[in-house]
Structures are given as C-alpha cells and as structure tokens.
C-alpha cells in the first residue's frame, strides 16, 4: 500500500489493580509496559486472550530491533503482569522478600510485619517461591554443576516436627562451601548418612576423599564401610574438645588397613613438631565360606562343655583407645605452606591422615566449623506455618539450600501466578510508588 501512515508508538500506560484475596480491587495507579525482552517503550495493543476466568488484554513490542525478533518469526507479546516493568516490579519484591527469609532466623511475623501483609501470606508467597525453582531446576539437585570439593563436613542437626523428632543430615562442600548432600529422616542410621553421603558425592567433579563430623557412630561406620580409601576426621562436640581423631581407611589384598590418629584439636594451628598417638589395623575382607547348615554329626551325643567365660571388657572400645594405647608419632608442621614432614618409618596412610586434616584446618582447631549458620536457617524454616510432613519439610529445606547454594536463581525464579493484593498495596504504595512517579513509570 502506498501512502500508509506509520503508526506511532508512543509510551503506553496501563493501570494497576490488585486484586485481594475477598476479591476486593484496588487501583495502585498507573504502569507503564515497556518490552520484557528489550525494555522499549514502544509497544501497541494486541487484542485479548482467555485465561481461567477472565480475558486479559495482550501487548505487543514494536520495536523492529527487539532482540526477540532474532530467533522468532513475529514480535514479543506479553501481558501487564509479564511486561517488563511490572515483572522486574514485583520479582525484586519478592527477591528481596525470600532473601530475607533466608537470613538467619528470619521469622514469618517479622517478614510480615515488614511487608505489611499476614504470616500466612508470607507462607504462601514462599510455597509459590518454591514451587517456581522447583519447576524452573529442579528440587532433587542442590546443585546446577558438579563443585570442586573433596572434603565434606556432615552434620545433623535435631528438629521437632509436629511432636515428632526429626533430624536433617547435611554434607558441606570444604571448598565450595555449598551443601552438597541432605536428608530429613526420623531416624540418623548408617544408611541415611550413607544416603547424603552418596547425593555430595554425586554432586562434586572428583570422589569425596575426606570427611569431617562429630563422633556419631553411624558416621563412623558410613565412613568405614564406603570401602574405599578415605579419611574420616572426628571432632566430638562432647568433651573433650581439645581431642581429635583422625581415621585413615586403605585397602590392600582384600584387607582394610584402619589408621587412627589421635591429635589436639590445635595440631595445625602454629608452626612446629607436634607430637600424635597412632595404631593400625588390619581387616580380612576375603568372603567367608560358610558354615553349614543344621548340626554337626555327632554334636547331639556329644558331651557338653561349658566354656570358660572369660571377663570381657564391657562396652565398646573407645574412641579415645588411642591416646592410651597408642604408639607415640611426630610430625613438623607448617601451616602457612600447606606442609607437614613426619617422623621417619612412619606409613603412609599416617602421612595421608595427617596431609588430609591439615588440608582442611590449617591455622586452625580441628573442629564444626562449616555448618554453624545453616541451625539457624533450618529453625526457621521448621518454625513456618503451614502442614508439615517430612516430605513437605524436606522439599522446603532444599529449596533454601538451593537458593543458598545458588542465589543466582532468584535472578529467574518467576510468578506467573497472581501476586496478591496486599503485597502490592504495601510494598508498592509507599517508597516504590513514588520512585517510580519519579522515573516516570508511574503517573
Ligand atoms: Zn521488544
């Protein structure tokens, strides 16, 4: 056609009604859309479309260099809740909102209150939050790439749900300082921690090869019967504090070669020669050839004996049996380079124990020191209203781990759902509303 007159799009307005949960509308003023793909104000109508109950008013970007044009054949549409300035509106809000709910011992009342808008408000918004990762990346990977960790500290912590005790299992990342591994679970047998153990070892590019914890005895285990080489390091937070134990597994001819080394918690704190406790030993792994079934012929006519009963120690054998029995070591230390030199004729699963540990603490105690704030964060999420199996517990503690581990996500957590009313109304009305009137996007 010859003559047609180019349209003009000019800046484009639209108002803001939030809508309450009685159904009430309130009118927040006036927004502008801009493009959610470039940003520009020059965008035109572009009829309705159905949702649910409604139809809503659609827009279309006008801007013929929208990068949106580069991989598709027609112009970005978009409604007003996913145009640009109203979606970076109400994500930055609610970024800011879930940030806040992360921070240590963030209640619900006082979110509330500093929002404006009710508790179970707040608790919807999060489970809304949730659900957008979960489907934006899933729940199941803490992690969006393999991390570079070698040690992990795995701790649990006691929760009570509902009158019933419960415990997280958490595996941190030495390196990454990310959690790589998590379970709620009644229980805290070797096959939970085994199970955390597995999902951190899953989620880092080389094996796991170093472990810190307290003295659980299902840790120990866990550790033990990985069997593979690794080195388990103790740190009880039962008195006594100032004692380590540092455990070395190798495996040689179907044998595990048990290596346990007894130091003070400040073995790697100053430069020096550090005397330790060590002993070794030695597991046959070979499969046992059964016994046969039933009895052994002639054990029925046979007179019996009773044997001896010989004074058995009572209960387990310590973990500190090594401070008393055994054999004393020496070991130079420097933990400024990184180094340690020990005593001649000494194995080498000593020098892989010791080299492990002061991988992870050097200039410090042997002790908790990853998991410390991460109690905290696991409270308050415990503290939030709102049905809670172990199940539901879970889901939620991931996706604050994952946000924790990647705050990045928030970047592209989106709502597509509606934001309701008073979140708006108060978050919008005061501060925003007037530095939007002053950028112009509110009139
Ligand atoms: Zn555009």
Aim: net charge positive; charged share 30%.
């Amino acid at each position: 056609m010859v003559g047609r007159k180019k349209k003009v799009y000019g800046p484009n307005w639209h108002p803001i009604e939030a809508q309450s949960e009685s159904g009430a509308c309130f009118s927040l003023g006036m927004i502008q859309l801009l493009c959610p793909a470039c940003g520009s104000s020059k965008v035109g109508p572009y009829g309705t479309h159905d949702r649910k109950n409604t139809r809503v008013e659609t827009f279309q970007c006008k801007n013929r260099k929208c990068p949106h044009l580069k991989n598709h054949k027609t112009s970005k549409q978009f409604v007003l809740t996913s145009s640009y300035q109203f979606r970076e509106l109400i994500f930055g809000k609610l970024k800011a909102l879930y940030e806040d709910l992360l921070k240590d011992g963030a209640k619900n009342k006082t979110i509330a209150k500093k929002y404006g808008i009710s508790e179970s408000q707040v608790s919807a918004l999060r489970t809304e939050i949730e659900s957008a990762i979960d489907k934006l990346n899933g729940l199941d990977t803490l992690v969006l790439a393999p991390q570079p960790d070698t040690a992990v500290a795995i701790d649990e912590t006691f929760l009570k749900i509902e009158g019933t005790s419960i415990y997280v299992i958490i595996a941190t990342g030495y390196t990454s300082h990310k959690i790589l591994g998590i379970k709620v679970s009644k229980s805290r047998s070797e096959e939970d921690i085994r199970e955390v153990f597995n999902e951190a070892d899953g989620n880092t590019e080389h094996n796991i090869s170093s472990i810190s914890s307290d003295a659980l005895n299902a840790t120990q285990a866990m550790a033990k019967n990985l069997n593979r080489e690794i080195t388990h390091i103790i740190h009880p937070h039962k008195k006594p504090f100032k004692k380590a134990i540092i455990r070395h597994y190798s495996y040689k001819n179907s044998e595990r070669i048990t290596t346990t080394i007894g130091v003070k918690s400040n073995f790697f704190k100053k430069r020096g020669k550090r005397q330790f406790k060590y002993m070794e030993a030695r597991t046959d792994l070979s499969p046992k050839i059964k016994k046969k079934l039933g009895r052994p012929k002639g054990s029925k006519t046979k007179k019996r004996h009773k044997k001896p009963r010989t004074k058995k120690k009572r209960g387990r054998k310590g973990l500190y049996t090594v401070f008393e029995k055994g054999t004393i070591g020496y070991a130079t230390i420097d933990p400024y380079r990184d180094k340690l030199k020990i005593g001649k004729g000494l194995s080498r699963p000593v020098s892989a124990g010791l080299n492990a540990t002061l991988k992870l603490f050097p200039l410090m105690s042997i002790q908790n020191n990853l998991a410390e704030n991460i109690n905290s964060i696991l409270r308050a999420i415990i503290r939030l209203r709102g049905p809670k199996t172990i199940e539901s517990v879970e889901r939620r503690i991931r996706a604050t781990l994952k946000i924790r581990n990647h705050p990045e996500i928030l970047d592209e957590v989106r709502i597509t759902r509606q934001v309701r009313g008073n979140f708006l109304m108060n978050n919008l009305k005061l501060i925003e509303c007037a530095d939007l009137l002053e950028q112009g996007i509110i009139m």
